[in-house]
């Protein structure tokens, strides 16, 4: 009974009250870490304060607690149980119907190539017609073409903007998700908000034991950034020549991914532990999107670039990308 009451006070009361430094530090080195952290200071009125004590936060560490106290899972497991849960239960369906939108925008372009050659010569003959300077039939060709377009997107229900659905929600998610971490990693004054500090600090694993403090040995920061890399690469490896948006684009990834690495560092573990696994769920929804029958079971229609060997192809373009060529 005791368990299930501190779980009905927490969805009740938010955590207010926040410290900035992990327990234990001294003045000296909590100003050093201050001053390195990614995240910035909750100064009065600030932008982090603000976000910290915004309700969606509030929502992820009374959620957080729930699901901690109610299976009886260690800290550690609790926050991979988290992040596989909204990884599956939220951005996985948001995948798949990112998935069909893209395969619907892949089948159309045969139709648009063909629409616009059409349109293409039909302004042509009109401008001859008129008198139209080059300048205005592209003007022409332009605006109707983007009408078509537009009708076609409209008739398949299939808008570009749909595809970029699952960002919108991933991220978001992502940011409320690590800052309650954070909030519960670094306690505060209220005595229930430092009873989880308490058991952070000894709810980890393996040489991540205590929760509340960065991963000193980096081995949670480094296979992020591996991870994060392997995601980039199996994306790129869709298409073995790039265009130059395309590998601009892959590059800052790239970057980032490794940007990613000191940033971890410097955050509580169980910060570092939930984006592990948070990227860990996004690679293997990736390849699962990947399976012909997964992609049949969503009803995902069946594109030109499908392939009913993709996991064969993956090995095979990594091959011939990094190892045979020339």
Not at 126 to 143: C, D, M, P, T, Y
Not at 147 to 175: G, T
Request: charged content about 20%; aromatic content about 10%; overall charge positive.
């Amino acid at each position: 009974m005791w368990r299930w009451r501190r779980v009905g006070q927490a969805l009740q009361r938010p955590l207010r009250e926040r410290l900035l430094l992990p327990p234990g530090w001294g003045p000296r080195a909590g100003a050093a870490a201050a001053a390195a952290s990614p995240l910035p200071s909750a100064s009065p009125g600030g932008l982090y304060e603000a976000l910290a004590e915004s309700a969606p936060v509030h929502w992820a560490e009374s959620g957080l607690v729930a699901l901690q106290a109610g299976t009886g899972l260690p800290w550690w497991l609790s926050i991979v149980c988290a992040g596989a849960a909204l990884r599956t239960g939220l951005t996985l369906p948001l995948a798949a119907h990112q998935g069909h939108v893209l395969a619907k925008l892949e089948n159309l372009q045969p139709e648009i190539e063909n629409l616009a050659k059409r349109l293409r010569y039909e302004v042509s003959i009109r401008g001859k017609q008129l008198g139209w300077s080059e300048k205005v039939a592209r003007f022409h060709f332009r605006k109707n073409m983007g009408r078509i377009v537009s009708e076609l997107y409209v008739r398949d229900n299939c808008h570009p903007f749909k595809a970029s659905l699952l960002m919108w929600i991933q991220i978001p998610v992502w940011v409320f998700v690590s800052i309650a971490l954070r909030n519960c990693s670094v306690g505060a004054a209220d005595s229930e908000v430092l009873a989880v500090q308490e058991q952070l600090s000894t709810g980890g694993t393996l040489w991540f034991t205590d929760l509340t403090v960065p991963d000193t040995t980096w081995i949670l920061p480094v296979s992020l950034g591996l991870l994060n890399l392997l995601i980039v690469e199996i994306f790129a490896l869709r298409k073995l020549e790039l265009s130059r948006f395309q590998k601009y684009a892959t590059n800052f990834i790239r970057g980032l991914s490794i940007l990613m690495v000191p940033i971890a560092a410097t955050v509580p573990s169980s910060m570092a532990l939930y984006w592990l696994f948070s990227s860990f769920m996004g690679l293997s929804h990736n390849l699962l999107l990947r399976s012909p029958t997964f992609r049949r079971l969503c009803r995902i229609p069946r594109t030109k670039s499908d392939s009913d060997t993709p996991y064969r192809d993956i090995v095979s373009a990594f091959y011939t990308k990094y190892f045979f060529k020339k």
